[in-house]
């Protein structure tokens, strides 16, 4: 539908002017001293419900996310610190502040993510004024997709994977601005006044502001590409007559300040590849990013000087798109980073289900099939739209009309497109995952605030202090959304990643243990054991695909506690490479025929021969039991066809479930139950089992789920069938240590019960 050029530009005048940063920087400055201020108060303002005793592990709270520890270990010590931008970021504050690394981890979330909020309000006043982005500025950052990810103890690059691609977004489009006409269907009636030589020295230091942006993740890099090309598109689509060559040179000046030896060192600059600087033994990051520099300075020497009358073949619009073309061909930032994006994303969408086929093509297929662990991680869960516009908005229809202003703001401010990705990707998390929720809220409430602030300033526009009233709707409307989002979220529940004697377990094994040796733990604990423990684990976040975790999900499934042993023994013998990162026992069975998977398995499992290595412990936790439906489809997971059984459990929260030690029956609060085989109950001071034989030929016999496993500490107790219940993580948490299947294959070092137990592995 075209927009009829009279009542286009009738809302461009409604719109108001252009912001300037000269006339408003003090205003801007003191309001977003403020926003940042009333933001942190509120996150802080949760605090004390991590006051609790249980909550606390030798003087540090406990963290909210598994990742948080990854980032900590290293800072700690463990692993190479290099490299890990939140890891020497910790390391850091400690070591100027003094402050401890689980404070360091516990309070930072709240100090950055706070952040968001001021770049919300500069968003809010680029689009429409000083005061139009209070209310997104006090909001922005508080939205139930960002906040349940970035709570206190969430310490984990969620903390900058919004907030740097949002405050990189603004900076393109605060510099784009300069040269694109005031509206999409408007044209100037002169050519921009600004200074051109200006625009390139702010786009160098934009380029620098933005290299520190992408260091504290690999996937913030790629979106900043992609908003980079998506800034060409945008500035050559409404560029200002004779804006287009300055508009050019400005983006070439930024990519060389801010790309080449991005994250991780991935983006190169042709011909200084890594190959040719490691052949010549130079320092790659000083040699890339100083030529870089190096260049973008000479480029603004030469186009300065072209503007005063000399070189002035390169400031044509031709010379400067060559130029810029150069730019991105050397540092590789479409093959590299557009590329990965885009097989990233199918991997969100296609990944979720379905299994990992190792196999060549051919006849004869080698290796295992593997598990996909997508499937059992929460973040790719998948929630319908509604859900996703409320965890971006608040409330559902909020989001949606959050939406409608948004046309209306892009259509009047071209600087908006900018905040479009965002938006699209929290309506993708439809399909990419929950996650995703995260990244679009805050750009839902800039255009939701943008789009009040026009429609009070057309009745507020009649009245004398018109500024005054502005300022009062915005602040109103922020103190509410505040006040309804203390009460909602003052409700939720923490999450703690483990417990207090879980965590004091670990902390002992540290202790005990000699440098070198191998924690074998289900994922999910792998990162908190390598900082509590400071020991390497087989897995843990970062080392969770089906390959890596079918060994310590098989050794915890089997029933059998030697084959555990056999498991561990065999796969103990290939260390990963590099050094420091787990076990690699695929490598061992990429190679075999997939229809003698299975035998070459067994055989290998029935060896005795296996060579000492450093010492293996292993450690079984009640949370592993409430796993217990995914850790037995990953263990008993069929390498060659691709099958597998799975445990069933029930788990019941304190108060949910009665029981009758008398008669082995239960009943939950709905008044379901039935009897059940046998009840172990799990003591700090010891294990106390029940039978019941002749529960077994009752027509009252609970179906498939027999067997009572009561937690009398966490007041929790969980229903297991027989795959759970005679699982070997199961018998090692459960079971007497010198029971004779248990104690020649297994020793007892470590018992916190009913939380944990850590055994060294029998060599």
């Given at each position: 539908?075209?927009?009829?050029?009279?009542?286009?530009?009738?809302?461009?005048?409604?719109?108001?002017?252009?912001?300037?940063?000269?006339?408003d920087w003090r205003t801007v400055g003191v309001y977003g001293v403020c926003v940042y201020l009333i933001v942190l108060a509120f996150r802080l303002s949760f605090a004390g419900r991590w006051d609790h005793p249980e909550?606390?592990?030798?003087?540090?709270?406990?963290?909210?996310?598994?990742?948080?520890?990854?980032?900590?270990?290293?800072?700690?010590?463990?692993?190479?610190?290099?490299?890990?931008?939140?890891?020497?970021?910790?390391?850091?504050?400690?070591?100027?502040?003094?402050?401890?690394?689980?404070?360091?981890?516990?309070?930072?979330?709240?100090?950055?993510?706070?952040?968001?909020?001021?770049?919300?309000?500069?968003?809010?006043?680029?689009?429409?004024?000083?005061?139009?982005?209070?209310?997104?500025?006090?909001i922005g950052s508080l939205t139930p997709g960002l906040f349940y990810r970035t709570r206190l103890g969430y310490f984990d690059t969620d903390m900058f994977t919004l907030l740097m691609p949002m405050l990189i977004a603004?900076?393109?489009?605060?510099?784009?601005?300069?040269?694109?006409?005031?509206?999409?269907?408007?044209?100037?009636?002169?050519?921009?006044?600004?200074?051109?030589?200006?625009?390139?020295?702010?786009?160098?230091?934009?380029?620098?502001?933005?290299?520190?942006?992408?260091?504290?993740?690999?996937?913030?890099?790629?979106?900043?590409?992609?908003?980079?090309?998506?800034?060409?598109?945008?500035?050559?689509?409404?560029?200002?007559?004779?804006?287009?060559?300055?508009?050019?040179?400005?983006?070439?000046?930024?990519?060389?300040?801010?790309?080449?030896?991005?994250?991780?060192?991935?983006?190169?600059?042709?011909?200084?590849?890594?190959?040719?600087?490691?052949?010549?033994?130079?320092?790659?990051?000083?040699?890339?990013?100083?030529?870089?520099?190096?260049?973008?300075?000479?480029?603004?020497?030469?186009?300065?000087?072209?503007?005063?009358?000399?070189?002035?073949?390169?400031?044509?619009?031709?010379?400067?798109?060559?130029?810029?073309?150069?730019?991105?061909?050397?540092?590789?930032?479409?093959?590299?980073?557009?590329?990965?994006?885009?097989?990233?994303?199918?991997?969100?969408?296609?990944?979720?289900?379905?299994?990992?086929?190792?196999?060549?093509?051919?006849?004869?297929?080698?290796?295992?099939?593997?598990?996909?662990?997508?499937?059992?991680?929460?973040?790719?869960?998948?929630?319908?739209?509604?859900?996703?516009?409320?965890?971006?908005?608040?409330?559902?229809?909020?989001?949606?009309?959050?939406?409608?202003?948004?046309?209306?703001?892009?259509?009047?401010?071209?600087?908006?497109?900018?905040?479009?990705?965002?938006?699209?990707?929290?309506?993708?998390?439809?399909?990419?995952?929950?996650?995703?929720?995260?990244?679009?809220?805050?750009?839902?409430?800039?255009?939701?605030?943008?789009?009040?602030?026009?429609?009070?300033?057309?009745?507020?526009?009649?009245?004398?202090?018109?500024?005054?009233?502005?300022?009062?709707?915005?602040?109103?409307?922020?103190?509410?959304?505040?006040?309804?989002?203390?009460?909602?979220?003052?409700?939720?529940?923490?999450?703690?990643?483990?417990?207090?004697?879980?965590?004091?377990?670990?902390?002992?094994l540290g202790k005990r243990s000699e440098p070198g040796s191998m924690v074998w733990t289900w994922w999910d604990w792998g990162y908190a054991a390598q900082y509590y423990a400071g020991l390497e684990t087989v897995a843990?976040?970062?080392?969770?695909?089906?390959?890596?975790?079918?060994?310590?999900?098989?050794?915890?499934?089997?029933?059998?506690?030697?084959?555990?042993?056999?498991?561990?023994?065999?796969?103990?013998?290939?260390?990963?490479?590099?050094?420091?990162?787990?076990?690699?026992?695929?490598?061992?069975?990429?190679?075999?025929?997939?229809?003698?998977?299975?035998?070459?398995?067994?055989?290998?499992?029935?060896?005795?021969?296996?060579?000492?290595?450093?010492?293996?412990?292993?450690?079984?936790?009640?949370?592993?039991?409430?796993?217990?439906?995914?850790?037995?489809?990953?263990?008993?997971?069929?390498?060659?066809?691709?099958?597998?059984?799975?445990?069933?459990?029930?788990?019941?929260?304190?108060?949910?479930?009665?029981?009758?030690?008398?008669?082995?029956?239960?009943?939950?609060?709905?008044?379901?139950?039935?009897?059940?085989?046998?009840?172990?109950?799990?003591?700090?001071?010891?294990?106390?089992?029940?039978?019941?034989?002749?529960?077994?030929?009752?027509?009252?016999?609970?179906?498939?789920?027999?067997?009572?496993?009561?937690?009398?500490?966490?007041?929790?107790?969980?229903?297991?069938?027989?795959?759970?219940?005679?699982?070997?993580?199961?018998?090692?948490?459960?079971?007497?240590?010198?029971?004779?299947?248990?104690?020649?294959?297994?020793?007892?070092?470590?018992?916190?019960?009913?939380?944990?137990?850590?055994?060294?592995?029998?060599?």
């Amino acid at each position: 539908m075209r927009i009829p050029g009279e009542m286009y530009h009738r809302g461009l005048k409604h719109a108001g002017p252009a912001p300037s940063w000269s006339a408003d920087w003090r205003t801007v400055g003191v309001y977003g001293v403020c926003v940042y201020l009333i933001v942190l108060a509120f996150r802080l303002s949760f605090a004390g419900r991590w006051d609790h005793p249980e909550l606390w592990v030798a003087g540090e709270r406990i963290l909210a996310t598994h990742d948080a520890y990854y980032w900590l270990a290293k800072a700690k010590g463990l692993g190479v610190l290099s490299g890990y931008a939140l890891a020497e970021f910790a390391a850091l504050v400690n070591q100027v502040t003094g402050a401890g690394l689980g404070a360091i981890g516990f309070w930072s979330p709240a100090i950055v993510v706070s952040l968001v909020g001021v770049v919300c309000y500069l968003w809010g006043w680029l689009l429409g004024g000083v005061n139009a982005g209070v209310l997104a500025g006090l909001i922005g950052s508080l939205t139930p997709g960002l906040f349940y990810r970035t709570r206190l103890g969430y310490f984990d690059t969620d903390m900058f994977t919004l907030l740097m691609p949002m405050l990189i977004a603004w900076l393109l489009a605060f510099w784009a601005r300069q040269h694109m006409r005031s509206g999409w269907f408007t044209r100037d009636p002169e050519p921009a006044s600004s200074n051109a030589a200006q625009t390139l020295w702010m786009a160098l230091a934009f380029g620098l502001a933005t290299r520190f942006a992408c260091i504290w993740h690999n996937d913030i890099l790629n979106i900043v590409i992609l908003y980079f090309f998506m800034t060409i598109a945008v500035v050559m689509l409404n560029c200002r007559p004779g804006q287009r060559a300055p508009a050019l040179q400005g983006l070439a000046i930024f990519a060389l300040a801010a790309f080449p030896g991005g994250a991780f060192g991935r983006l190169e600059l042709w011909p200084l590849t890594r190959q040719v600087i490691s052949e010549l033994a130079i320092p790659y990051y000083p040699v890339i990013i100083g030529t870089s520099l190096a260049l973008a300075l000479g480029l603004i020497f030469l186009w300065k000087n072209s503007a005063r009358g000399r070189f002035q073949f390169l400031s044509s619009v031709w010379a400067s798109a060559l130029v810029l073309f150069a730019v991105v061909l050397a540092t590789r930032l479409l093959d590299e980073s557009v590329a990965y994006s885009a097989a990233k994303l199918v991997s969100y969408l296609t990944g979720a289900a379905g299994t990992i086929d190792s196999g060549a093509a051919g006849a004869e297929f080698l290796g295992p099939i593997y598990p996909s662990i997508l499937q059992s991680i929460i973040e790719v869960r998948l929630e319908p739209l509604s859900a996703i516009m409320e965890r971006g908005a608040f409330f559902p229809w909020l989001g949606w009309v959050a939406v409608l202003f948004g046309v209306v703001v892009v259509a009047l401010r071209p600087a908006a497109a900018f905040l479009l990705p965002l938006i699209a990707l929290q309506l993708a998390s439809v399909k990419l995952g929950i996650r995703f929720s995260m990244f679009g809220g805050a750009a839902l409430c800039v255009m939701l605030g943008v789009g009040v602030y026009w429609l009070v300033s057309a009745v507020s526009c009649r009245f004398e202090r018109k500024a005054v009233i502005d300022f009062a709707v915005q602040a109103v409307l922020g103190a509410g959304f505040l006040v309804y989002c203390h009460v909602q979220y003052a409700s939720l529940s923490l999450t703690p990643v483990l417990s207090r004697q879980h965590a004091e377990a670990m902390q002992e094994l540290g202790k005990r243990s000699e440098p070198g040796s191998m924690v074998w733990t289900w994922w999910d604990w792998g990162y908190a054991a390598q900082y509590y423990a400071g020991l390497e684990t087989v897995a843990d976040g970062g080392k969770h695909a089906g390959r890596d975790v079918y060994p310590i999900a098989f050794a915890m499934t089997t029933p059998s506690p030697k084959l555990a042993n056999r498991m561990i023994a065999f796969s103990a013998q290939y260390p990963e490479t590099p050094p420091n990162i787990g076990l690699a026992p695929a490598r061992e069975w990429d190679s075999i025929p997939r229809d003698q998977i299975v035998e070459t398995l067994e055989g290998q499992l029935s060896r005795q021969d296996y060579p000492a290595t450093p010492r293996q412990y292993f450690i079984v936790t009640w949370n592993d039991l409430t796993l217990a439906k995914w850790i037995s489809h990953f263990g008993n997971w069929n390498l060659e066809t691709g099958t597998t059984r799975e445990a069933k459990v029930n788990i019941y929260q304190p108060g949910e479930l009665g029981f009758n030690v008398e008669r082995g029956g239960v009943m939950d609060r709905k008044g379901g139950g039935g009897l059940v085989k046998d009840i172990t109950v799990l003591e700090p001071d010891g294990v106390n089992r029940r039978g019941y034989p002749l529960n077994a030929l009752s027509p009252q016999l609970l179906p498939k789920v027999h067997h009572l496993i009561i937690n009398m500490v966490s007041k929790q107790s969980v229903v297991l069938d027989s795959i759970g219940y005679g699982s070997t993580m199961a018998r090692l948490l459960t079971a007497d240590p010198d029971d004779p299947d248990i104690a020649p294959y297994f020793t007892l070092v470590v018992d916190r019960l009913p939380f944990a137990r850590i055994y060294e592995v029998v060599q």
